[in-house]
């Protein structure tokens, strides 16, 4: 009875062990270059990213040489974009611009640097939540700005080049957007010498964007509280003449801050 027990316990294990094996097996083992690319590819088409990138890593290390390892890293990145894991797809990027700096596709993997920093939901291009925009971290906003910087620079005929140039208005906008509401944020605290000095760096650094309007009220105002009436009449005359129908003229500045596309 005994050796039956024992025979079945050491026939279970021999059976658990055969499953590890089994399952620890890398069913990539013996695939070639080609292989492994085309079997990424597949899995990217149908929306496995997480096996795709698996696949397209498993490519560049063992076969770090060639055209196929190129691509596998701009894959790389591109599947962690899908993802959703920005820091690896920034890092990936960021590898194949180190290690190819003159590839061909340099302007694609710069476009999709700008991209992955232009969606980065968890700062500063989450102003479609309820969170005001002088609450969020605008680092991402300038990272972006400056891969497309790069990109428009060094390739001005890439076909990413016209896309890029639009984000980069919008994103200046947006930054524009982010210092004036800090200046009127430090206004409603009775911080006019901050509030002043917010509006002044906003009106300098975005001349031209959509939020200069509330910038120069802002500035308006913060002069008034502080008893600098020329400075408040000078500024007045600049809102005027800029624009001579502005509610703040009439109205004051906004109860609450307002979405920056409502200022166009």
């Known amino acids: ?3 039956s027990w024992r025979a079945l316990v050491l026939l279970a294990a021999a059976l658990l062990s055969a499953c590890a094996s089994t399952e620890d097996k890398d069913i990539t083992a013996g695939w ?7 079997e990424a590819k597949d899995e990217m088409s149908s929306g496995a990213y997480d096996q795709a990138t698996k ?6 290390t063992r076969y ?3 055209v196929l390892a190129q691509q596998a890293l701009i894959e790389t990145a591109y599947g962690y974009y899908k993802q959703g894991e920005r820091a690896q797809a920034l890092a990936a990027c960021d590898r194949f611009l180190k290690i190819y700096p003159n590839n061909p596709a340099t302007d694609y993997v710069l476009y999709l640097k700008g991209r992955i ?3 980065d939901n968890d700062s500063w291009f989450s102003w479609l939540s ?8 605008q680092h991402a906003a300038r990272e972006s700005f400056e891969a497309f910087k790069e990109l428009t620079t060094r390739f001005p005929n890439s076909k990413y080049t016209p896309d890029a140039l639009l984000r980069m208005r919008y994103i200046l906008n947006a930054l524009a957007e982010y210092d ?12 006019y010498v901050a509030a002043a000095d917010r509006a002044q760096e906003a009106i300098k650094n975005h001349p031209d964007a959509p939020a200069r309007q509330l910038a ?14 020329q400075l408040r009449d000078d500024t007045e005359r600049v809102l005027k003449a800029n624009y001579p129908d502005s509610t703040y003229l009439t109205q004051g500045l906004p109860p609450r801050n307002e979405s920056w596309w409502k200022l166009w």
């Open 130 to 137: 309820d969170q005001k925009l002088y609450e969020r971290d």
């Open 32 to 38: 070639s270059a080609a292989k492994l690319y085309s």
């Open 216 to 229: 120069l009220a802002v500035l308006m105002e913060s002069y008034d509280k502080l008893g600098l009436t």
């Open 1 to 3: 009875m005994r050796r």
């Open 117 to 119: 920093n232009f969606y």
């Open 180 to 191: 004036t509401h800090v200046a009127l944020f430090y206004y409603r605290r009775g911080a």
């Open 55 to 60: 696949y397209y890593e498993k490519l560049e």
């Open 64 to 66: 770090p040489y060639g």
